[in-house]
Structures are given as C-alpha cells and as structure tokens.
Nanobody, 126 residues
Framework: QVQLVESGGGLVQAGGFLRLSCAAS????????IGWFRQAPGKEREFIAA????????YYSDSVKGRFTISRDNAKLAVYLQMNTLKPEDTAVYYC???????????????????WGQGTQVTVSS
C-alpha cells in the first residue's frame, strides 16, 4: 500500500507556471505507475498525465500535451507535474493516484487507480 499527498497548488495568472508534487510513503511506491488527474467544479474527474513505474514512459491528455510534464524520482518517493503556459481552463483540484490494475488500453481509466491523495487546488486567473 502507498499513501500519496499532493502539494504545490496555488493561484497563478494565465501564462504562468506551477510545479505540483505528489509525495509518497510506503515501500511499494516504485511498483506503481502514477497518474495525475484533475476535477473542476461541476465536472467529472479527468486524466491528464501518467508515468510508468520506471519513469521510462509518459502519457498525456490532449488538453495538456506540450504544456505539462510529468516526472518521478523513486529515490525521493515523489512524482512531479510541471505545468507551464497555464490557462484559466486548467483551474481545478489536482490529484495523484497509483495505478494498481491494468487492463484498460490506456493509462487514463479512472477505475485502475487507487490510493488517491487529498488534492491540491490550482486556480488560474485570466
């Protein structure tokens, strides 16, 4: 089992940047692919990025591709999400989670993830 805690959110102007962190505890952290998701008010939680257990492969939604970068440091038990060129539509609560099962054809299937963090708020002003 692994526990995840997000941090790094805040208020930023459009065009700005933020770096989110997902800190893990638990010896099994490096066994899991980790995903970042976000949920805006009144909307469903959506996948935005994932990274394999080794960090060798990354995946992004079309909405953030080219602007966001996911990375991980297994020695530090952490996953990061560098968010550049932020837009007001990026405003949401951001969550990280561990991918505990695989069967979906891509990394964005919500049901494959567990051990969700509490989320960190990102607000982008226009």
């Amino acid at each position: 089992q692994v526990q995840l805690v997000e941090s790094g959110g805040g208020l930023v102007q459009a065009g700005g940047f933020l770096r989110l962190s997902c800190a893990a505890s638990g010896r099994s952290f490096s066994d899991y692919a980790i995903g970042w998701f976000r949920q805006a008010p009144g909307k469903e939680r959506e996948f935005i990025a994932a990274i394999t257990w080794s960090g060798g492969s990354t995946y992004y939604s079309d909405s953030v591709k080219g602007r966001f970068t996911i990375s991980r440091d297994n020695a530090k038990l952490a996953v990061y999400l560098q968010m550049n060129t932020l837009k007001p539509e990026d405003t949401a609560v951001y969550y990280c989670a561990a991918r505990v099962v695989s069967g979906c054809s891509h990394y964005g299937c919500l049901y494959e993830y567990r051990y969700w963090g509490q989320g960190t708020q990102v607000t982008v002003s226009s």
